[in-house]
Structure formats: structure tokens, C-alpha cells
């Protein structure tokens, strides 16, 4: 099993990638076989290629991710990653952007790919916030 380090490194490495736009490379990092659910109670999705839709639409969006510390567990297979997300929502007000306060559980696999990863957040995590100045703009 990968160390408490290498499963930190992992979660952290998800977010840059996300954020860079780099789906191929955030997809690399899970097990063809994932199980994803964003937000817990959704619904899971199986496989990189549900995982993949999933995620283009977030980079697509302009997914900006704040990743806070990671949290490993003794167990040797699960992390913690709280976390804040901003996105485009076409169903917000121009200029607005969706903000959501969530805590991602991963379960990192002997071969260091990421088996499951659940996010979760409730209503009451997700606010309407002002985008940035180089938000509004056109990308």
C-alpha cells in the first residue's frame, strides 16, 4: 500500500491536474475500475470513461479547486481532502460563480491509483459568489 505521504501527494495531484485542465492526466491517476461520487448521494459512476465525462464538464466549467491539508488514515488506503470549488454554472447570474465547500475521501489502491473517491457537501455547502475579474472575462 502507498504510504500515508504518496496517498496525500495523490489527492493533491488530482486537484493540480483539475485545475490545470489536464482531464487525460487527472483520469490517469484512477483505476479503470473507479467508483466516483460527487456528491455522495447522486449516484456513483464506474469506469474512467463515466469519470472522464465528469470530469471534462468540471474543466469545462472552469473548475478552480483550493485544496486544504490532507488527512491519510492508518488504515493504508484512505486520505481525506477538504477542499473548496469554484465553477461556471449557466443556471447563476452572469458574473457569478458557484462555490462549494466539500471533503473528497479517496481510497488509493496497492498499485497508488485512486479505487474510489467520494465528495462530500450538502446544499448548505454550496454558495453563489461574485466570479473574479479574470473569471468574467472570455477564456
Partial sequence: MPDEAARKRVAL??????????????????????????????????????????????????????????VAALGGEHVLLPCRAELDDARLPAGSRLSVNFVAMLRVGADGLIREMRMFWGRSDATVVPAAPAAQGVR
Fill in 13 to 70: 495531484e488530482y486537484c493540480r491536474l483539475l485545475n490545470d485542465g489536464d482531464v487525460d492526466g487527472a483520469l490517469a491517476l484512477f483505476a479503470a475500475d473507479v467508483r466516483y461520487e460527487d456528491p455522495v448521494g447522486s449516484g456513483a459512476l464506474t469506469g474512467r470513461p463515466a469519470v472522464r465525462t465528469h470530469l471534462a464538464q468540471a474543466v469545462a466549467n472552469h473548475v478552480r479547486e483550493t485544496p486544504g491539508e490532507p
